[in-house]
């Protein structure tokens, strides 16, 4: 299996555009997350799906952001409008369920956003 | 909710020495805890979990031990090698429900040849 495949790797892009980031995770996975990393707060769990159904969108800063998963093989995230302070890298991440819970999860590669 | 904390922040080993790093957890229901190392500029990539029915588990050079009593576990490499030298980071989840993965800040290990 190819991992977890996330497009575009880098985006560069002005404040007030829309953004979509895109995710294709591991086959048979059914747990589906999408994060952000940025030094000065790490990891952040932004939305996560289960059987491509939106179970906790709680981390999402606010209604610029959106995620959709309309099957089990595609996912995205879009922004819009972006800002600068939108600028991190994001992941994808899927994993699988033992006993109801996740167990471990495997990244993308991620895609480094820069909004200027 | 699960609060983890992770330390500590930065690490700097002669390569062969032996590196430990240290996470706290704050709910007792979480039974599943695995560690990522993060190089620059990929993805974190699972290198060890353990869970809460085995109090350590070993990987060739790294090994993972869990004080559930204390709410703590740690990572541990032994004979460290510059390749070693990345981002670290724990996580904890429950397995009941929707749990997700909560994880620590990270920790930057530097290994000098």
């Known amino acids: 299996d190819a991992g977890v495949i996330q497009s575009p790797r880098h985006e560069v892009t002005e404040m007030g555009q829309e953004v979509t980031l895109r995710c294709k995770p591991i086959s048979g996975h059914d747990y589906l997350f999408w994060y952000r990393q940025t030094m000065m707060r790490g990891l952040e769990l932004l939305i996560y799906?289960?059987?491509?159904?939106?179970?906790?969108d709680s981390g999402m800063p606010e209604d610029r952001f959106s995620a959709k998963m309309p099957n089990a093989s595609f996912s995205t995230l879009k922004i819009q409008p972006s800002e600068p302070r939108d600028s991190a890298v994001y992941f994808c991440?899927?994993?699988?369920?033992?006993?109801?819970?996740?167990?471990?999860?495997?990244f993308g590669q991620g895609t480094r956003l820069t909004v200027v | 909710g699960e609060n983890v904390e992770q330390h500590p922040s930065t690490l700097s080993v002669q390569e062969g020495d032996s590196a430990v790093i240290k996470c706290t957890y704050s709910?007792?229901?979480?039974?599943?805890f695995p560690w990522y190392k993060q190089e620059l500029g990929k993805g974190p990539q699972l290198i060890i979990d353990?869970?809460?029915?085995?109090g350590e588990k070993k990987d060739q050079r790294i090994a993972v031990t869990l004080n559930k009593t204390a709410k703590h576990f740690s990572l541990h490499i032994t004979e460290t090698q510059p390749e070693d030298s990345a981002v670290y980071f724990c996580?904890?989840?429950?397995?009941?429900?929707?749990?997700?993965?909560?994880f620590g800040k990270g920790t930057m290990l530097l290994v000098s040849p």
């Open positions: 996580a904890a989840t429950g397995d009941s429900g929707y749990s997700t993965l909560t």
């Open positions: 799906f289960n059987n491509n159904v939106p179970i906790d």
């Open positions: 353990i869970r809460s029915n085995v």
């Open positions: 991440a899927s994993s699988w369920s033992r006993g109801g819970g996740v167990v471990g999860a495997f």
């Open positions: 709910d007792s229901a979480s039974n599943y």
